[in-house]
Nanobody, 124 residues
Framework: QVQLVESGGGLVQAGGSLRLSCAAS????????MGWFRQAPGKEREFVAA????????QYADSVKGRFTISRDNAKSAAYLQMNSLKPEDTAVYYC?????????????????WGQGTQVTVSS
């Protein structure tokens, strides 16, 4: 049973930073792509960033490019999202997810396992 647990959310002022963590268990972490998504109140869940198994490939939503950095530590079975220069519009519940099969770095689809989410609130 794959389990993902996010942490690191909180309340921060605009311009501030947060680092989200995602701890994974239940299978070989290093073989699969990891992604971060977010869902704001009244909006659909949207892609934020993804990183392939070796950390050689990353993808970002245009809205966070240059401000957010995704990374992973396969030895610790963990993924991270460093969020800098936060804006009020970044306020959302952030979820980490991992793909069902190895390979690829999808923006949508292919993610079969999800964490419970962590709230990020950015005040103006």
């Amino acid at each position: 049973q794959v389990q993902l647990v996010e942490s690191g959310g909180g309340l921060v002022q605009a311009g501030g930073s947060l680092r989200l963590s995602c701890a994974a268990s239940g299978r070989t972490f290093s073989a699969y792509t990891m992604g971060w998504f977010r869902q704001a109140p009244g909006k659909e869940r949207e892609f934020v960033a993804a990183i392939n198994w070796s950390a050689e490939l990353t993808q970002y939503a245009d809205s966070v490019k240059g401000r957010f950095t995704i990374s992973r530590d396969n030895a610790k079975s963990a993924a991270y999202l460093q969020m800098n220069s936060l804006k009020p519009e970044d306020t959302a519940v952030y979820y980490c997810a991992t793909t069902l099969v190895a390979g690829g770095i999808p923006r949508t689809g292919g993610y079969a396992y999800w964490g419970q989410g962590t709230q990020v609130t950015v005040s103006s």
